[in-house]
């Protein structure tokens, strides 16, 4: 059972970046997933999570409107596309999962709330 982040990167700012998060060992399908992200010298952040329907995608306030979470459970894949970055978005992004029928309990924003988690993905921000 495992979760990989990928996709991170050096990007401009202003530019974008798609990050996946790719499960293996069981069924992403299953399982709500939940993106955070660390910075230096800083708590962990969440970013953005998705049940099991697009219709659930939610996003920080702080990213929302730039960034946009999806998943393809035919790839047991879920993304987080980044557009507009800023180097406040710089830092170790990290995905996470917990089983779907605990999405209704709305904690999504809690890092305690998942199970599984995998190695993060760095972003670094040139401006």
């Known amino acids: 059972v495992q979760l990989q982040a990928s996709g991170g990167g050096l990007v401009p700012a202003g530019g974008s970046l798609r990050l996946s998060c790719a499960a293996s060992?069981?069924?992403?399908?299953?399982?709500?997933i939940g993106w955070f992200r660390q910075a230096p010298g800083k708590q962990r952040e969440w970013v953005s999570a998705?049940?099991?329907?697009?219709?659930?995608?939610r996003l920080a306030g702080s990213v929302r409107g730039r960034f946009a979470i999806s998943r393809d459970n035919a790839k047991n894949t879920v993304y987080l596309e980044m557009n507009n970055v800023n180097p406040e978005d710089a830092a170790v992004y990290l995905c996470?999962?917990?089983?779907?029928?605990?999405?209704?309990?709305?904690?999504?924003?809690?890092?305690?709330?998942?199970?599984?988690w995998g190695q993060g993905t760095q972003v670094t921000v040139s401006s």
């Open positions: 998705i049940g099991g329907g697009q219709d659930t995608a």
């Open positions: 996470a999962a917990v089983p779907l029928e605990r999405w209704y309990s709305g904690s999504y924003h809690y890092s305690e709330w998942y199970d599984i």
């Open positions: 060992g069981f069924a992403l399908e299953h399982y709500a």
